[in-house]
């Protein structure tokens, strides 16, 4: 047998390949990013797709199952949300090849806009749930998922954490297996898959048979592990939860749930009446908990002392079963020996000097998901509201539309060029349809940024980098009606103030679109290429210290507190420094400064 170290997302890519999956979809989210990513660099025999949002990837891998072909689709947690509602309704249709929705927890929201507990859904949806524990789980639970989906006809979610995901372990590989299903599509297989009211209350008695079946099958379910060690206490608990608490308790008895939903009730009461006394370690909601309960069961423990918020860890879950209050552990080096690194935008991004635009402009901004929602962080505080992918848009229109004539001027809409795509295009058709005024801004980067670098429908490549079709961003606005569209250059301050504050002043939609601006990290569209000169620096007989470039909040940039004086005799408190190694030569920071202290350097 062959050992692999593997990342549980690289784990998830494996286990698909050796299931025979043939059709793969999603939309980029950390922290399931890796996931496609992998497949598609990995595993020709898979094809492989970013799909504008998630709903069009569960769309796109639900009509390859129709065929018999196994597909796949992946997202995080609040990409479900956007894809709930065609996998609402294929819990009642039903598959025909195997479809596992692969959902990425993101606990502790180190890249996300709130904090869900996917399992709901599972319970929502009335479709069965697998939660691996470490990475050789996710390869193996990916096979298993496809395999319960076939036999009961459903879709079958995977859920991971982001510790699952992102950690790394053992993994014994496996061969690919094609799927024996026959392929075709069926014309007479319409009354399953039509879902009219007629349709719906037939399917409706299939689902609740099918899950009274799937409970049958938990209890035998060989990854629903019952672990005897000590009966005075034990420990229910699944995913990453299950291996803090083992880690820090091991001689306590476990029943490990590989399989979240549906439960295995009658391995529950078995393990009742093995144990005196019965905690539940779980993160996020209680979930296990409030079903537990709900089934006539007392518990010892379990969100009484479990945080119910953010990721748990070894020491936070001994802490808690031990009664005491957790602390940090503690640390040599004392946080006033660390430097101080908050998130912020890279040297030369051309998201900077729109946001300093819009900052001086005194604009309201609805903002949007991605790397600019940094924005918000002082000194820029360009960013006053973000929701959801997408909307940007029609929270501006809202406004206007509550504002009336008193909001000329006031307010815009900002979004980057994926989530244009992803949710932002059907909110402007909106604005338009419904007479609106709003101003929006699509931040045209040419990538998906924020996650990672990959592709979307305006970049021009696919996943496998192969040329493509690109959206003109420009024609899609001219098609949904916006008659004023402009093209801004973000690096042209002066310029972009003038534009966007004429375009805020009209009383009719207007699409601004930000050019020649790619990811300064994509490197395939040589984006130092249109900065004349390398790098910027002071010239000291000229700056007065007024600190005026630090309100662009550029990295190359720090302020050096030393007395000193101009060349006409200026006192002054301090200098700024430009790091060299940092600066691209963008130039915007000579455009704030007026003292003409910021010049240029060597190339």
Same mark, same amino acid.
């Given at each position: 047998m062959k050992k692999e170290l593997m990342q549980g997302n690289a784990a998830v890519a494996r286990g698909a390949w050796e299931a025979g999956v043939k059709i793969a979809a999603a939309y980029p989210g950390t922290p399931s990013s890796e996931i496609l990513q992998d497949? +598609?660099?990995?595993?020709?025999?898979?094809?492989?797709e970013w799909t504008p949002n998630e709903k069009v990837a569960v769309e796109v891998a639900a009509g390859a199952a129709l065929t018999g072909a196994r597909s796949m689709a992946i997202m995080k947690h609040v990409g479900l949300n956007v894809a709930a509602d065609p996998f609402m309704t294929l819990s009642y249709t039903g598959i025909k090849g195997g479809f596992t929705i692969?959902?990425? *927890? *993101? #606990?502790?929201? %180190?890249?996300?806009?709130?904090?869900? *507990?996917?399992?709901?859904? !599972?319970?929502?949806?009335?479709?069965? &749930? $697998?939660? #691996?524990? @470490? +990475?050789q789980e996710c390869k193996d639970f990916v096979k298993i998922a496809f395999d319960i989906s076939e036999k009961f006809d459903t879709p079958v979610m995977l859920r991971t954490e982001t510790r699952v995901a992102h950690s790394d372990s053992p993994v014994v590989l496996g061969e690919r297996k094609e799927s024996a299903m026959s392929m075709g599509l069926d014309p007479k297989e319409a009354p399953k898959y039509v879902m009219v009211p007629l349709n719906v209350r037939v399917r409706r008695k299939v689902v609740d048979e099918r899950m009274e079946k799937l409970e049958a099958y938990a209890d035998k379910f060989k990854y629903n592990v019952m672990e005897i060690n000590d009966t005075k206490i034990g420990v229910i608990s699944s995913g990453v939860s299950y291996q803090y608490t083992k880690e820090v308790f091991p001689e306590w008895s476990y029943l490990k749930l590989g399989m979240v939903w549906p439960l295995p009730k009658k391995m529950i009461a078995a393990f009742f009446k093995k144990v005196k006394k019965v905690v539940i370690v779980e993160e996020l909601d209680p979930f296990l908990e409030t079903e537990i309960k709900a089934m006539g069961y007392k518990i010892f423990h379990g969100k009484d002392v479990i945080p119910i918020r953010y990721e748990l860890s070894p020491e936070i879950v001994e802490s808690a079963l031990k009664g005491k209050a957790y602390k940090a552990p503690k640390i040599r080096l004392k946080p006033g020996d660390l430097p101080r690194r908050p998130p912020n935008l890279c040297a030369g991004c051309s998201h900077r000097p729109l946001f300093y635009a819009l900052k001086k402009l005194g604009a309201f901004v609805f903002g949007d998901i991605g790397c600019y929602t940094l924005a918000v962080a002082p000194p820029l505080q !360009? $960013? %006053? +509201?973000?929701?959801? &992918?997408? !909307?940007?848009?029609g929270m501006a229109h809202g406004a206007m539309k509550a504002l009336g004539n008193e909001g000329l001027g006031k307010v815009v809409a900002v979004i980057g060029d994926s989530t244009f795509l992803h949710g932002g295009v059907t909110p402007l058709m909106n604005v338009v349809y419904n007479k609106g005024n709003s101003t929006t801004i699509v931040l045209d980067n040419r990538i998906t940024g924020m996650t990672g670098h990959q592709e979307h429908a305006g970049t021009g490549f696919t996943i496998r980098q192969e040329p493509t079709n690109m959206v003109d961003y420009e024609?899609?606005? =001219?098609?949904?009606?916006?008659?004023?569209?402009? =093209?801004? @250059? #973000?690096? @042209?301050?002066?310029?972009c103030m003038e534009i966007i504050k004429e375009e805020m002043a009209k009383n009719e939609p207007s699409l601004l679109i930000c050019k020649d601006s790619p990811c300064m990290l994509l490197r395939r569209a040589k984006p130092l290429e249109r900065f004349k000169n390398s790098l910027y620096v002071i010239d000291t007989d000229k700056c007065r210290g007024c600190r005026m470039c630090l309100e662009i909040n550029c990295p190359a940039i720090s302020w050096h507190a030393e007395e000193g004086q101009t060349k006409d005799g200026q006192k002054r408190k301090g200098t700024v420094y430009i790091n060299p190694d940092q600066c691209v030569g963008c130039e915007v920071c000579a455009q704030v400064c007026k003292f003409d202290a910021i010049v240029p350097g060597t190339k």
């Open positions: 497949i +598609a660099g990995t595993y020709p025999e898979i094809y492989a692969v959902v990425a *927890d *993101d #606990p502790n929201v %180190h890249s996300s806009q709130n904090e869900q *507990d996917s399992r709901n859904w !599972a319970r929502f949806a009335k479709v069965p &749930m $697998l939660e #691996p524990a @470490d +990475a !360009a $960013l %006053h +509201a973000c929701i959801c &992918m997408g !909307a940007s848009v024609e899609l606005g =001219k098609a949904l009606g916006v008659k004023s569209i402009r =093209k801004i @250059d #973000p690096y @042209d301050i002066k310029a």
